[in-house]
């Protein structure tokens, strides 16, 4: 599987950006789906997951109710609308694939792919 992301860029805090992640094959759609961040200096951290049926999201505390998480599995293709960014949402961002869903979403060693990252610039 090969996940492409794409969409980052730079924006005026406030602003809104909607990141796309394609992906390759024909079992995207029996995957779990996640995006994580990892700014310059820190750690990898997670961000926002959807299950397979997109029936179940979940958020990091620091996006809730900013950022939405969705997928159209019949374009292969895994969202993050972003609204109110702030300058602390800077930060590469990355999706990834679960195989085999775990109890432990919001770690980034559950997930089996991932994609090569898109920068995301708030600026304030």
């Known amino acids: 599987v090969q996940l492409q992301a794409s969409g980052g860029g730079l924006v005026q805090a406030g602003g809104s950006l909607r990141l796309s992640c394609v992906a390759s094959?024909?079992?995207?759609?029996?995957?779990?789906m996640g995006w994580f961040r990892q700014a310059p200096g820190k750690e990898r951290e997670f961000v926002a997951t959807?299950?397979?049926?997109?029936?179940?999201?979940y958020y990091a505390d620091s996006v809730k109710g900013r950022f939405t998480i969705s997928r159209d599995n019949a374009k292969n293709t895994v969202y993050l609308k972003m609204n109110s960014l702030k300058p602390e949402d800077t930060a590469v961002y990355y999706c990834?694939?679960?195989?085999?869903?775990?109890?432990?979403?919001?770690?980034?060693?559950?997930?089996?792919?991932w994609g090569q990252g898109t920068q995301v610039t708030v600026s304030s």
């Open positions: 094959g024909d079992t995207f759609s029996s995957y779990d």
């Open positions: 990834a694939a679960e195989v085999t869903p775990g109890d432990s979403y919001w770690a980034p060693y559950e997930y089996d792919y």
């Open positions: 959807i299950s397979w049926s997109g029936g179940s999201t």
